[in-house]
């Protein structure tokens, strides 16, 4: 996979899921083999995003807890986390489904959107906008099920709600 400095362009109504990325040798795996996994049972009803990014854990140093990289969701397919990670065949979830990712590039982002606490972080959906503008990944955040009505999120964060105009 190769690290391109311009980054594609997000609009802001593409969705963004920023996904855990627990260890080094998983970033490794999304940097050389350009996919990413995410187990089925968390994610039922699919992945709709236009872009995927990467929040790193505690084991990446003075990287943690933050996301430095993303990429463009290309497809994905469900897969047997077996067929993905054949070397660990007696992992107690070998057997089980995932949703195994397709990446476009993966881009850099000029500054980090860093948790200034530690944050328990598996997946979180935001929008183009949001992701743009973040420093923290409290910027990120929509309150609601999922990917906000757009609408609604614009009356929520509109000064005077009766001044929009759809």
């Known amino acids: 996979m190769t690290l391109e400095i311009l980054p594609p362009q997000i609009q802001p109504d593409d969705r963004v899921l920023v996904a855990y990325v627990p260890r080094p040798s998983d970033f490794a795996l999304i940097q050389t083999e350009g996919w990413y996994r995410l187990p089925y049972k968390q994610m039922p009803k699919g992945v709709h995003a236009e872009f995927i990014a990467f929040y790193f854990g505690r084991t990446f140093g003075d990287q943690k807890w933050a996301i430095h990289f993303y990429a463009e969701n290309r497809g994905h397919e469900l897969v047997r986390r077996i067929d993905l990670l054949p070397d660990e065949p007696n992992h107690p ?74």
């Open 93 to 166: 979830r070998a057997q089980e489904v995932y949703i195994k990712l397709q990446l476009g590039s993966l881009h850099q982002l000029a500054e980090p959107i860093v948790s200034l606490r530690w944050r328990r972080l598996l997946f979180l959906h935001t929008t183009g906008d949001r992701f743009v503008t973040a420093r923290e990944v409290r910027d990120l955040v929509i309150k609601g099920d999922g990917y906000s009505d757009r609408e609604f999120v614009v009356l929520r964060d509109a000064d005077d709600p009766d001044e929009v105009i759809s």
